[in-house]
Nanobody, 113 residues
């Protein structure tokens, strides 16, 4: 059974940082394309970042320069490091594997003073 478990969300002030984690089980994260998505209240879910099985990363325009996706093979975990957070980054952040075959339940990120 495949499980993706996100963690690391929380409340942070504008300009702050957070690191989200996506712990995978039942699949080897490094052998799959892993992605982060987010969904803000009243908005559709949107793509944030991607890490392919060959280590190529890509980002949505709003994430470039502020977010970094990476993986830890030993922990079978994918991370999303976020800096310079803005209120517009408030959303539930989801981990996705294998082009949408598997999703996590999400972790809430709230950016507010």
């Amino acid at each position: 059974q495949v499980k993706l478990v996100e963690s690391g969300g929380g409340l942070v002030q504008p300009g702050g940082s957070l690191r989200l984690s996506c712990a995978a089980s039942g699949i080897i994260a490094s052998e799959n394309t892993m992605e982060w998505y987010r969904q803000a209240p009243g908005k559709p879910r949107e793509w944030v970042a991607r890490l392919t099985d060959v280590g190529v990363t890509s980002y949505a325009d709003f994430a470039k320069g502020r977010f970094t996706i990476s993986g830890d093979n030993a922990k079978n975990t994918v991370y999303l490091q976020m800096i310079s957070l803005e209120p517009e980054d408030t959303a539930v952040y989801y981990c996705r594997a294998r082009w949408g075959q598997y999703w996590g339940l999400g972790t809430q990120v709230t950016v507010s003073s």
